[in-house]
C-alpha cells in the first residue's frame, strides 16, 4: 500500500508543480518511498515557462514512482498531430515529447485501487462510445492496457471534446463524459480519474453542466477536484484550471493506502 498522488493539467508553470511536489513531501527530484504520482498530460502551453515543466518532470521521471500520462496538448507535437495552440512549444521540447513517446515514459492511463473502488486514469477521462470500442472492459485495469496499446481513438477530437465520440485525450466534462454515462442502463465498470476539463468554473464559482449532473456533484472549491457520482461509482475531476497565471489555491489528489494496477 502506498499514498498515490494525481496531479492535475500543470500547463506551463514548473513552480506550481514544484509547491505541490514538495507539500506531498518531495526532495529535490527524490520523491518519498511510500508516494506514487500520476500527472495526468498537459505539462505545457498556456503557462510561462513549458520547457521549464520538462525539465523538472524529466529528472522526476528517473523515479520509478512517477507516472507521466499524455494530454492533448502534448499529442499535439508528437508525429502525425495538429499544432493548435497559438504559442506553440519550443523546437526543443517537441523532440524532448516525441522522445518520451517514442520510449514509453508518456503513457495515455493508468489504473488505481482504493480499498473496493477501481480508477480508470486518463487525460479527459474515457467516454461510453471509446469504452465500447475498446471492447468494454470490465475491470479498470484493462482498460488502461488497452488504452496504452495507443488505438486510433486517442487522437480523436471530435466536436472540439463536446461530442460524446471524442477520445481520452479530448473528451470534455459534462456532454462528453458525464451525461452519456449517466444515461447508460448497465453496470458502469469503474471509476475514473481526469484532468483537461471540469463541470464548473473555479475563479468565480459558477457551474457549467446540466442540473442532473450538478445534483450528483461534490466540488472542494479550495482543492480544486469535482467529485460527480455516476452510476454508483466516481468520476474525480482533478484540472486545476491554471490558466496563464496559475491558480491561487490547489491541491493534488491524493489516495491513501491505494496501489497502482497499471
Given at each position: 500500500?502506498?499514498?498515490?498522488?494525481?496531479?492535475?493539467?500543470?500547463?506551463?508553470?514548473?513552480?506550481?508543480?514544484?509547491?505541490?511536489?514538495?507539500?506531498?513531501?518531495?526532495?529535490?527530484?527524490?520523491?518519498?518511498?511510500?508516494?506514487?504520482?500520476?500527472?495526468?498530460?498537459?505539462?505545457?502551453?498556456r503557462g510561462p515557462?513549458?520547457l521549464g515543466a520538462?525539465?523538472?518532470?524529466?529528472?522526476?521521471?528517473?523515479?520509478?514512482g512517477w507516472v507521466?500520462?499524455?494530454?492533448?496538448?502534448?499529442?499535439?507535437?508528437?508525429?502525425?498531430?495538429?499544432?493548435?495552440?497559438?504559442?506553440?512549444?519550443?523546437?526543443?521540447?517537441?523532440?524532448?515529447?516525441?522522445?518520451?513517446?517514442?520510449?514509453?515514459?508518456?503513457?495515455?492511463?493508468?489504473?488505481?485501487?482504493?480499498?473496493?473502488?477501481?480508477?480508470?486514469?486518463?487525460?479527459?477521462?474515457?467516454?461510453?462510445?471509446?469504452?465500447?470500442?475498446?471492447?468494454?472492459?470490465?475491470?479498470?485495469?484493462?482498460?488502461?492496457?488497452?488504452?496504452?496499446?495507443?488505438?486510433?481513438?486517442?487522437?480523436?477530437?471530435?466536436?472540439?471534446?463536446?461530442?460524446?465520440?471524442?477520445?481520452?485525450?479530448?473528451?470534455?466534462?459534462?456532454?462528453?463524459?458525464?451525461?452519456?454515462?449517466?444515461?447508460?442502463?448497465?453496470?458502469?465498470?469503474?471509476?475514473?480519474?481526469?484532468?483537461?476539463?471540469?463541470?464548473?468554473?473555479?475563479?468565480?464559482?459558477?457551474?457549467?453542466?446540466?442540473?442532473?449532473?450538478?445534483?450528483?456533484?461534490?466540488?472542494?472549491?479550495?482543492?480544486?477536484?469535482?467529485?460527480?457520482?455516476?452510476?454508483?461509482?466516481?468520476?474525480?475531476?482533478?484540472?486545476?484550471?491554471?490558466?496563464?497565471?496559475?491558480?491561487?489555491?490547489?491541491?493534488?489528489?491524493?489516495?491513501?493506502?491505494?496501489?497502482?494496477?497499471?
Open positions: 500500500m502506498t499514498r498515490i498522488a494525481v496531479i492535475g493539467d500543470v500547463g506551463g508553470h514548473p513552480d506550481q508543480l514544484r509547491r505541490a511536489l514538495d507539500d506531498l513531501g518531495a526532495r529535490g527530484d527524490r520523491l518519498p518511498a511510500d508516494l506514487t504520482v500520476i500527472q495526468v498530460g498537459d505539462l505545457v502551453d515557462d513549458s520538462l525539465d523538472l518532470v524529466e529528472r522526476l521521471a528517473r523515479d520509478p507521466q500520462l499524455t494530454g492533448n496538448h502534448e499529442a499535439q507535437y508528437l508525429e502525425g498531430g495538429t499544432v493548435f495552440t497559438r504559442e506553440p512549444l519550443a523546437d526543443a521540447g517537441v523532440r524532448r515529447l516525441r522522445e518520451w513517446w517514442a520510449t514509453g515514459l508518456l503513457r495515455v492511463a493508468a489504473a488505481v485501487r482504493v480499498g473496493d473502488e477501481d480508477f480508470l486514469v486518463c487525460h479527459a477521462g474515457l467516454t461510453l462510445r471509446c469504452w465500447r470500442e475498446l471492447g468494454e472492459p470490465s475491470a479498470a485495469a484493462d482498460a488502461a492496457a488497452a488504452l496504452n496499446a495507443r488505438p486510433a481513438l486517442i487522437g480523436r477530437e471530435g466536436d472540439h471534446g463536446r461530442d460524446p465520440a471524442s477520445g481520452p485525450l479530448w473528451a470534455e466534462s459534462g456532454a462528453a463524459l458525464h451525461e452519456p454515462w449517466m444515461g447508460y442502463a448497465g453496470v458502469v465498470p469503474f471509476g475514473q480519474i481526469h484532468g483537461h476539463s471540469t463541470v464548473v468554473r473555479f475563479r468565480d464559482r459558477t457551474w457549467h453542466c446540466e442540473g442532473r449532473i450538478r445534483n450528483r456533484a461534490q466540488v472542494d472549491w479550495e482543492s480544486r477536484h469535482v467529485r460527480v457520482r455516476v452510476g454508483g461509482r466516481r468520476f474525480i475531476g482533478v484540472d486545476p484550471g491554471h490558466g496563464r497565471t496559475g491558480a491561487e489555491s490547489w491541491r493534488p489528489l491524493v489516495l491513501a493506502d491505494a496501489i497502482l494496477l497499471g
